[in-house]
């Protein structure tokens, strides 16, 4: 069987002159943007998600591999079916990440790379150590069964992550309005990271962000809304390995405590999800904040409403 | 698995952690009563903040609600951290230390400086 190389193992030192660069400008501009804590938490769950990912890549090729035996066509090695690998891999991301959004079983593990409360390159590299355990490698699989090789996907895939590394900053503002149009820009995915209520769950896109604009999980980023960064409740602790666990620990913790009947729930319903209702998603807090936002007038409609009076 | 690559990636980790202390990366301003009384409000809305404590090295706050939740507010490297209290939460004094048992042991417990006039406060609020 074919092989490619990991394309992610030659950015790897890219990765790292980012990195130095972006502190450089963050020296130079708002000291904030990074914090050394917080930067080696990042990076350290990095690096162990590529020793994760290592000690679990031959399970996870083999099984692809499995899959593919069972291809419904053959997929040529040239360029366009490379094209076409990487957007529908594009697309199996969105999916994949949409559900890591709204099924905790697979939210505890994406977590671990929404658990700073900081935007810059390392956020990129703070990646889950329990992707494997998870299972999340299977919404690649109907790309295996449409007879595309597993190499060439995990190529594809490589690529992909890859991609989404440099649009973890706030270095860069907006991109001319065709790329913003098209392709997952800083702007789109600092939108995804923040937990403003009109920002939570959206923006799910890896490469191409006309799938959410298809899918309508699509918002704009808004001066008049600046993105906060981080998960609903946040950590609190820059211990490495609580911030890997600590949502499977919580899982562990609502299941053993719930009802019987209740217990899956909190295993495939959406993070913040109760039993008794006690607890928020991000639906109750959106829709908590559009109620207010309904009941007080805005400033356009005040300064409408002053205008009328003074007349 | 490329052990020269993860070697490489662990001194990269490392060195990076280095130059962002190096730098004097992060850090943060003492907590304010307008920035707590936003965050708390951003994170647990509806909140109508009744009374707050802010410790003297501005390192930590409590912030009571007028519906009686109780919320621990910290700075957590360049940023603050809240935890929602239970109930009545255990509270040692240590001379001018005060420490609130916020019940998770990894955002651990709020550690409050505050002088006399403040610690009547805190315990009328508690």
New interface residues.
């Given amino acids: 069987m074919a092989t490619l190389p990991n394309p992610v193992d030659y950015a790897v030192p890219g990765f790292i002159l980012l990195v130095l660069a972006e502190m450089l400008v963050a020296c130079a501009a708002d000291r904030r943007r990074y914090c050394p804590q917080d930067t080696l938490t990042s990076l350290a769950l990095g690096f162990g998600s590529t020793i994760a990912g290592a000690l679990s890549f031959g399970l996870v090729f083999a099984t692809a591999s499995w899959v593919w035996g069972y291809r419904l066509m053959d997929v040529p090695w040239t360029w366009w079916a490379f094209v076409l690998c990487f957007v529908l891999d594009d697309l199996a991301y969105y999916v994949f990440h949409r559900s890591a959004h709204r099924v905790r079983w697979f939210w505890a593990s994406h977590v671990i790379h929404h658990s700073s409360q900081h935007y810059n390159l390392s956020t990129a590299l703070r990646q889950t150590w329990t992707g494997f355990f998870s299972l999340a490698f299977i919404y690649r699989l109907p790309l295996f069964l449409l007879g595309f090789p597993p190499a060439m996907v995990f190529f594809c895939a490589g690529l992909n992550l890859i991609y989404q590394f440099w649009i973890h900053t706030e270095v860069v503002g907006r991109c001319p309005r065709w790329i913003e149009a098209v392709m997952n820009t800083p702007s789109h995915h600092r939108v995804h990271h923040a937990v403003n209520p009109r920002y939570l769950d959206r923006n799910y896109a890896g490469v191409f962000i006309v799938w959410d604009r298809l899918f309508g999980t699509f918002e704009a980023e808004r001066e008049d809304d600046r993105p906060r960064y981080g998960i609903v409740k946040q950590l609190g602790s820059f211990n490495v390995l609580w911030a890997a666990v600590h949502e499977w620990v919580g899982i562990a913790r609502d299941m053993w405590s719930a009802p019987w009947n209740a217990k899956l729930g909190y295993l495939i319903r959406e993070p913040g999800w109760s039993h008794d209702g006690s607890r928020d998603t991000s639906q109750t807090i959106r829709a908590r904040w559009q109620n207010q936002a309904a009941a007080e007038p805005s400033k356009e409609q005040q300064v409408g409403a002053d205008h009328v009076q003074a007349a | 698995?490329?052990w020269l690559?993860?070697l490489?990636?662990?001194a990269?980790?490392l060195?990076?952690?280095g130059?962002?202390?190096l730098?004097?990366?992060?850090?943060?301003e003492p907590l304010a009563p307008e920035q707590v009384t936003e965050r708390v409000q951003?994170?647990y809305?509806?909140f109508r903040v009744e009374r707050m404590v802010i410790g003297l090295d501005g390192r930590a706050a409590l912030v009571r609600a007028t519906d009686g939740r109780l919320v621990a507010v910290?700075v957590?490297?360049?940023?603050p951290?809240?935890?929602l209290l239970p109930g009545a939460p255990a509270v040692t004094t240590c001379g001018d230390l005060v420490v609130v048992d916020t019940g998770?042991r990894?955002?651990?417990p709020l550690r409050l400086r505050l002088d006399q006039a403040q610690r009547d406060m805190l315990r009328a609020m508690l």
């Avoid at chain 2, 730098?23 to 943060?28: D, H």
């Avoid at chain 2, 957590?76 to 940023?79: N, R």
């Fill in positions: 698995m490329n690559l993860s490489g990636s662990l990269g980790v060195a990076l952690g130059v962002a202390r730098l004097r990366l992060g850090g943060s951003f994170e809305n509806p910290k957590h490297g360049a940023h951290a809240t935890r998770d990894w955002f651990g």
